[in-house]
T-cell receptor, first 111, second 120 residues
Framework: SQQGEEDPQALSIQEGENATMNCSYKTSINNLQWYRQNSGRGLVHLILIRSNEREKHSGRLRVTLDTSKKSSSLLITASRAADTASYFCATVMEYGNKLVFGAGTILRVKS | ETGVTQTPRHLVMGMTNKKSLKCEQHLGHNAMYWYKQSAKKPLELMFVYSLEERVENNSVPSRFSPECPNSSHLFLHLHTLQPEDSALYLC???????????????????FGPGTRLTVL
Protein backbone atom coordinates (compact mmCIF):
# COMPACT_ATOMS: atom_id res chain seq x y z
CA SER A 1 0.00 0.00 0.00
CA GLN A 2 1.14 3.57 -0.59
CA GLN A 3 3.24 5.20 2.09
CA GLY A 4 2.02 8.77 1.77
CA GLU A 5 -1.59 9.83 1.60
CA GLU A 6 -2.59 13.41 0.88
CA ASP A 7 -5.56 15.27 2.19
CA PRO A 8 -7.68 16.78 0.73
CA GLN A 9 -7.95 14.99 -2.61
CA ALA A 10 -8.99 18.24 -4.26
CA LEU A 11 -8.91 21.87 -3.23
CA SER A 12 -10.37 24.92 -4.96
CA ILE A 13 -9.49 28.42 -3.76
CA GLN A 14 -9.46 32.02 -4.96
CA GLU A 15 -6.28 33.71 -6.08
CA GLY A 16 -4.56 35.35 -3.14
CA GLU A 17 -5.78 32.81 -0.60
CA ASN A 18 -3.53 30.31 1.15
CA ALA A 19 -3.65 26.62 0.30
CA THR A 20 -2.80 23.91 2.80
CA MET A 21 -2.28 20.27 1.89
CA ASN A 22 -1.56 17.49 4.33
CA CYS A 23 0.29 14.22 4.00
CA SER A 24 0.34 11.25 6.34
CA TYR A 25 2.66 8.27 6.15
CA LYS A 26 3.02 4.96 7.90
CA THR A 27 6.65 4.03 8.52
CA SER A 28 9.80 5.83 9.67
CA ILE A 29 11.30 7.99 7.00
CA ASN A 30 14.69 9.26 5.84
CA ASN A 31 13.05 12.30 4.25
CA LEU A 32 9.78 13.57 2.83
CA GLN A 33 9.48 15.46 -0.43
CA TRP A 34 6.79 17.53 -2.11
CA TYR A 35 6.38 17.65 -5.88
CA ARG A 36 4.12 19.54 -8.27
CA GLN A 37 2.78 18.21 -11.55
CA ASN A 38 1.06 20.26 -14.19
CA SER A 39 -1.48 18.32 -16.19
CA GLY A 40 0.06 15.33 -17.95
CA ARG A 41 3.64 16.52 -17.54
CA GLY A 42 6.68 15.61 -15.48
CA LEU A 43 6.96 16.26 -11.77
CA VAL A 44 8.84 19.23 -10.39
CA HIS A 45 10.53 19.00 -7.03
CA LEU A 46 9.43 21.66 -4.53
CA ILE A 47 10.93 20.95 -1.12
CA LEU A 48 12.74 18.12 0.67
CA ILE A 49 12.55 17.95 4.45
CA ARG A 50 14.70 15.45 6.35
CA SER A 51 13.53 13.46 9.34
CA ASN A 52 15.51 15.63 11.77
CA GLU A 53 13.97 18.86 10.45
CA ARG A 54 10.66 20.36 11.50
CA GLU A 55 10.07 23.21 9.08
CA LYS A 56 11.42 24.50 5.77
CA HIS A 57 10.61 27.47 3.59
CA SER A 58 11.09 28.15 -0.08
CA GLY A 59 9.58 31.36 -1.43
CA ARG A 60 5.82 31.14 -0.89
CA LEU A 61 6.07 27.51 0.23
CA ARG A 62 6.26 26.32 3.81
CA VAL A 63 6.57 22.67 4.74
CA THR A 64 6.29 21.23 8.23
CA LEU A 65 7.10 17.74 9.40
CA ASP A 66 5.85 16.05 12.57
CA THR A 67 7.54 12.68 12.85
CA SER A 68 5.66 11.80 16.03
CA LYS A 69 2.39 12.06 14.11
CA LYS A 70 3.91 10.82 10.87
CA SER A 71 2.51 13.79 9.01
CA SER A 72 3.57 16.76 6.92
CA SER A 73 1.85 19.83 5.56
CA LEU A 74 2.52 22.04 2.58
CA LEU A 75 1.35 25.64 2.76
CA ILE A 76 1.26 27.83 -0.34
CA THR A 77 0.72 31.46 0.59
CA ALA A 78 -0.83 34.12 -1.63
CA SER A 79 -1.77 31.57 -4.26
CA ARG A 80 -1.74 32.38 -7.97
CA ALA A 81 -3.58 30.87 -10.91
CA ALA A 82 -0.24 29.41 -12.02
CA ASP A 83 -0.19 27.31 -8.83
CA THR A 84 -3.01 25.21 -10.28
CA ALA A 85 -1.55 21.68 -10.43
CA SER A 86 -1.44 18.35 -8.65
CA TYR A 87 0.73 18.22 -5.54
CA PHE A 88 2.29 15.00 -4.31
CA CYS A 89 4.09 14.09 -1.16
CA ALA A 90 6.62 11.32 -1.39
CA THR A 91 8.64 9.59 1.27
CA VAL A 92 12.00 7.90 1.30
CA MET A 93 11.85 5.28 3.98
CA GLU A 94 14.47 5.17 6.69
CA TYR A 95 16.56 2.63 4.82
CA GLY A 96 16.52 2.72 1.08
CA ASN A 97 16.45 5.04 -1.91
CA LYS A 98 12.91 4.21 -2.96
CA LEU A 99 10.59 7.21 -3.24
CA VAL A 100 6.96 6.27 -2.54
CA PHE A 101 4.29 8.68 -3.72
CA GLY A 102 0.83 9.43 -2.43
CA ALA A 103 -2.19 9.88 -4.66
CA GLY A 104 -1.87 13.66 -4.67
CA THR A 105 -3.99 16.73 -4.07
CA ILE A 106 -5.45 18.54 -7.06
CA LEU A 107 -5.26 22.27 -6.43
CA ARG A 108 -7.28 24.71 -8.49
CA VAL A 109 -6.68 28.43 -8.02
CA LYS A 110 -9.39 30.59 -9.53
CA SER A 111 -8.56 34.03 -10.79
CA GLU B 1 13.94 22.18 -18.17
CA THR B 2 14.97 19.80 -15.40
CA GLY B 3 18.04 18.38 -17.09
CA VAL B 4 16.28 15.09 -17.80
CA THR B 5 15.01 14.42 -21.31
CA GLN B 6 12.77 11.65 -22.55
CA THR B 7 12.00 10.44 -26.05
CA PRO B 8 9.61 9.95 -27.60
CA ARG B 9 7.06 12.20 -25.92
CA HIS B 10 4.15 10.25 -27.36
CA LEU B 11 4.02 6.65 -28.52
CA VAL B 12 1.19 4.56 -29.93
CA MET B 13 1.89 0.89 -30.38
CA GLY B 14 0.10 -2.34 -31.05
CA MET B 15 0.27 -5.27 -28.68
CA THR B 16 2.70 -7.14 -30.93
CA ASN B 17 5.14 -4.26 -31.42
CA LYS B 18 8.54 -3.78 -29.83
CA LYS B 19 9.57 -0.28 -28.90
CA SER B 20 11.98 1.45 -26.55
CA LEU B 21 11.72 4.52 -24.37
CA LYS B 22 14.84 6.57 -23.84
CA CYS B 23 15.87 8.78 -20.95
CA GLU B 24 18.97 10.92 -20.66
CA GLN B 25 20.10 12.99 -17.73
CA HIS B 26 22.58 15.85 -18.02
CA LEU B 27 23.02 16.39 -14.30
CA GLY B 28 25.84 14.00 -13.44
CA HIS B 29 23.56 12.03 -11.13
CA ASN B 30 24.32 8.50 -9.97
CA ALA B 31 20.79 7.04 -9.76
CA MET B 32 18.01 6.74 -12.33
CA TYR B 33 14.41 5.60 -12.08
CA TRP B 34 11.43 4.53 -14.17
CA TYR B 35 7.93 5.29 -12.93
CA LYS B 36 4.51 4.51 -14.33
CA GLN B 37 1.62 6.94 -13.85
CA SER B 38 -1.82 5.62 -14.70
CA ALA B 39 -5.04 7.57 -14.47
CA LYS B 40 -6.36 7.79 -10.91
CA LYS B 41 -3.49 5.78 -9.43
CA PRO B 42 -0.44 6.91 -7.47
CA LEU B 43 2.87 7.09 -9.23
CA GLU B 44 4.35 3.57 -9.27
CA LEU B 45 8.07 2.94 -9.07
CA MET B 46 9.12 0.35 -11.65
CA PHE B 47 12.91 0.19 -11.61
CA VAL B 48 15.83 1.84 -9.83
CA TYR B 49 19.39 1.91 -11.06
CA SER B 50 22.15 3.04 -8.75
CA LEU B 51 25.62 3.38 -10.26
CA GLU B 52 24.29 1.57 -13.36
CA GLU B 53 23.25 -1.47 -11.32
CA ARG B 54 19.60 -2.38 -11.00
CA VAL B 55 18.76 -2.26 -7.31
CA GLU B 56 14.99 -2.34 -7.46
CA ASN B 57 12.54 -4.24 -9.60
CA ASN B 58 9.10 -3.59 -8.29
CA SER B 59 7.37 -6.77 -9.46
CA VAL B 60 7.18 -5.41 -12.98
CA PRO B 61 6.03 -7.83 -15.72
CA SER B 62 8.80 -9.14 -17.94
CA ARG B 63 7.31 -7.40 -20.97
CA PHE B 64 9.08 -4.32 -19.56
CA SER B 65 12.86 -4.63 -19.74
CA PRO B 66 15.12 -1.83 -18.47
CA GLU B 67 18.65 -1.13 -19.58
CA CYS B 68 21.18 1.28 -18.13
CA PRO B 69 24.32 1.32 -20.31
CA ASN B 70 25.92 4.20 -18.40
CA SER B 71 25.07 6.66 -15.66
CA SER B 72 23.51 9.16 -18.08
CA HIS B 73 21.22 6.91 -20.09
CA LEU B 74 18.29 4.71 -19.22
CA PHE B 75 16.09 2.71 -21.56
CA LEU B 76 12.82 0.89 -21.13
CA HIS B 77 12.30 -1.80 -23.76
CA LEU B 78 8.69 -2.73 -24.41
CA HIS B 79 7.32 -5.84 -26.06
CA THR B 80 3.93 -7.55 -26.30
CA LEU B 81 2.29 -4.93 -24.12
CA GLN B 82 -1.32 -4.95 -23.01
CA PRO B 83 -3.85 -2.10 -23.28
CA GLU B 84 -3.69 -1.67 -19.49
CA ASP B 85 -0.03 -0.68 -19.90
CA SER B 86 -1.18 2.58 -21.45
CA ALA B 87 0.09 5.30 -19.12
CA LEU B 88 2.55 8.14 -18.68
CA TYR B 89 6.05 6.74 -18.18
CA LEU B 90 8.34 9.02 -16.25
CA CYS B 91 12.08 8.88 -15.87
CA UNK B 92 13.91 10.54 -12.99
CA UNK B 93 17.44 10.91 -11.66
CA UNK B 94 19.01 11.86 -8.37
CA UNK B 95 22.38 12.22 -6.70
CA UNK B 96 22.51 9.99 -3.68
CA UNK B 97 25.23 8.92 -1.28
CA UNK B 98 25.17 5.47 0.22
CA UNK B 99 26.86 4.69 3.50
CA UNK B 100 26.25 0.96 3.49
CA UNK B 101 23.55 -1.53 2.80
CA UNK B 102 21.02 0.23 4.95
CA UNK B 103 21.73 3.90 5.03
CA UNK B 104 22.62 7.00 3.07
CA UNK B 105 21.67 10.48 1.98
CA UNK B 106 18.81 10.48 -0.49
CA UNK B 107 18.06 13.66 -2.36
CA UNK B 108 15.38 15.10 -4.56
CA UNK B 109 14.59 13.50 -7.88
CA UNK B 110 14.55 15.37 -11.16
CA PHE B 111 11.90 14.16 -13.58
CA GLY B 112 11.72 14.17 -17.33
CA PRO B 113 8.54 15.27 -19.14
CA GLY B 114 7.38 11.70 -19.63
CA THR B 115 6.34 9.51 -22.54
CA ARG B 116 2.60 9.18 -23.05
CA LEU B 117 2.17 5.53 -24.17
CA THR B 118 -0.99 4.20 -25.74
CA VAL B 119 -1.28 0.48 -26.42
CA LEU B 120 -3.96 -0.46 -28.91
Amino acid sequence: SQQGEEDPQALSIQEGENATMNCSYKTSINNLQWYRQNSGRGLVHLILIRSNEREKHSGRLRVTLDTSKKSSSLLITASRAADTASYFCATVMEYGNKLVFGAGTILRVKS
Amino acid sequence: ETGVTQTPRHLVMGMTNKKSLKCEQHLGHNAMYWYKQSAKKPLELMFVYSLEERVENNSVPSRFSPECPNSSHLFLHLHTLQPEDSALYLCASSQDRWTGTSGGTYNEQFFGPGTRLTVL
